[in-house]
T-cell receptor, first 115, second 111 residues
Framework: DVKVTQSSRYLVKRTGEKVFLECVQD?????MFWYRQDPGLGLRLIYF???????EKGDIPEGYSVSREKKERFSLILESASTNQTSMYLC??????????????FGPGTRLTVL | SQQGEEDPQALSIQEGENATMNCSYK?????LQWYRQNSGRGLVHLIL?????REKHSGRLRVTLDTSKKSSSLLITASRAADTDSYFC???????????FGAGTRLFVKA
């Protein structure tokens, strides 16, 4: 059974802290994605990666960075957390090729609150 | 920028009725997908329809795609209380690499 796991379901951090969100997939997928989800706005793509050490900016990359040192792991980093980064963060993975050509498998999400 | 936009934003029906959700988009697409999400958790893929397809079925789900109108619909027949969830359409642009999600339709099926 395919699986995408995220390191935390709930996380509370303080403004200015550096925050790491981890995502691991066991499907040997090339593509991995980080989204944030806010009410009324749907999912917005922050970053995606199509291979180890490769990354591309999504629609809202400001204030975030990513790391993909191993194929199965994709990390999202908030360099200096701010209150407007309070959100649900979803990780996903998919087979290679044009990203939208294949279904994406999602993790359960991390609800981050920045105080 | 948001590509797919679902309509209605919320839908409440009785068990056994059919539920229809619509999705409109602005630019040419490679394919369109529908996902469901329960209680703010991760999304689960339902169905993918390619730009050269007009209709697709999967169990009680029927998806249509009209590229001339840049719209798609998801029909759930004989709905059940367990179908209560949020439903999202997601589009992949021709030549693009990203999948863009709409804001979703919240479906509530009353038992």
């Amino acid at each position: 059974d395919v699986k995408v796991t995220q390191s935390s379901r709930y996380l509370v951090k303080r403004t200015g802290e550096k925050v790491f969100l981890e995502c691991v997939q066991d499907m040997d997928h090339e593509n991995m994605f980080w989204y944030r989800q806010d009410p009324g706005l749907g999912l917005r793509l922050i970053y995606f990666s199509y291979d180890v050490k490769m990354k591309e900016k999504g629609d809202i990359p400001e204030g975030y960075s990513v790391s993909r040192e191993k194929k199965e792991r994709f990390s999202l980093i908030l360099e200096s957390a701010s209150t407007n980064q309070t959100s649900m963060y979803l990780c996903a993975s998919s087979l290679s090729g044009i990203a939208g050509a294949f279904e994406q498998f999602f993790g359960p999400g991390t609800r981050l609150t920045v105080l | 920028s948001q590509q797919g936009e679902e309509d209605p934003q919320a839908l409440s029906i009785q068990e056994g009725e059919n539920a229809t959700m619509n999705c409109s988009y602005k630019t040419s697409i490679n394919n369109l997908q529908w996902y469901r999400q329960n209680s703010g958790r991760g999304l689960v893929h339902l169905i993918l329809i390619r730009s050269n397809e007009r209709e697709k079925h999967s169990g009680r789900l029927r998806v249509t795609l009209d590229t001339s109108k840049k719209s798609s619909s998801l029909l759930i027949t004989a709905s059940r209380a367990a179908d209560t969830d949020s439903y999202f359409c997601a589009t992949s642009n021709t030549g693009g690499f990203k999948t863009i999600f709409g804001a979703g339709t919240r479906l509530f099926v009353k038992a």
